[in-house]
T-cell receptor
């Protein structure tokens, strides 16, 4: 089945640690996105990538980093510079050309600082 | 700087009633999309309406778009308890893809 997979589902981070959230898709999509969702809030764009080896900052990129070495994979690292990382993180992908393409989402990773 | 803002923030209705939620956006768009999110899960695409369309239907969903007011509405008819979820509008903006703040719908059985 084609889809987008995020792992782990739950992640706990100690203060000062970097953690990496995985996002893999087998939909052959060029574009991939990372969003952060706080309780009862909407989605805020962290980073996005339109093509392998290229990515751009979204609205809240500070304290986060990404890589796009393979088309299928777009991992997000939450660094120690992110002061309030506890949130629900969602990865999405879509066909990049044209704007009439829907986004497909993973099931999310819930990150908690302990 | 999100593109879309939904209202109301929360809506509680009885099963069988209709639910209407609204989305306002800031800049010109090519299309507007609605998504649903069950609690603690990813979002799922519901329907897309192009900028040259005024109304679109899909099953129990009816979407309208008023580009002069930069607004859209999603109507769910004959709601069911299973419709309980958060609903978001989304606006593609070239390479970015922005989502609104969402409407949390609770359908009571």
């Amino acid at each position: 089945d084609g889809g987008i997979t995020q792992s782990p589902k739950y992640l706990f981070r100690k203060e000062g640690q970097n953690v990496t959230l995985s996002c893999e898709q087998n939909l052959n999509h060029d574009a991939m996105y990372w969003y952060r969702q706080d309780p009862g809030q909407g989605l805020r764009l962290i980073y996005y990538s339109q093509i392998v080896n290229d990515f751009q900052k979204g609205d809240i990129a500070e304290g986060y980093s990404v890589s796009r070495e393979k088309k299928e994979s777009f991992p997000l690292t939450v660094t120690s510079a992110q002061k309030n990382p506890t949130a629900f993180y969602l990865c999405a992908s879509r066909v990049s050309y044209g704007q009439e393409n829907e986004a497909f989402f993973g099931q999310g990773t819930r990150l908690t600082v302990v | 700087s999100q593109q879309g803002e939904e209202d109301p923030q929360a809506l509680s209705i009885q099963e069988g009633e209709n639910a209407t939620m609204n989305c306002s956006y800031k800049t010109s768009i090519n299309n507007l999309q609605w998504y649903r999110q069950n609690s603690g899960r990813g979002l799922v695409h519901l329907i897309l309406i192009r900028s040259n369309e005024r109304e679109k239907h899909s099953g129990r969903l009816r979407v309208t778009l008023d580009t002069s007011k930069k607004s859209s509405s999603l109507l769910i008819t004959a709601s069911r308890a299973a419709d309980t979820a958060s609903y978001f509008c989304a606006t593609p903006n070239f390479n970015k893809f922005y989502f609104g703040s969402g409407t949390k719908l609770n359908v009571k059985p």
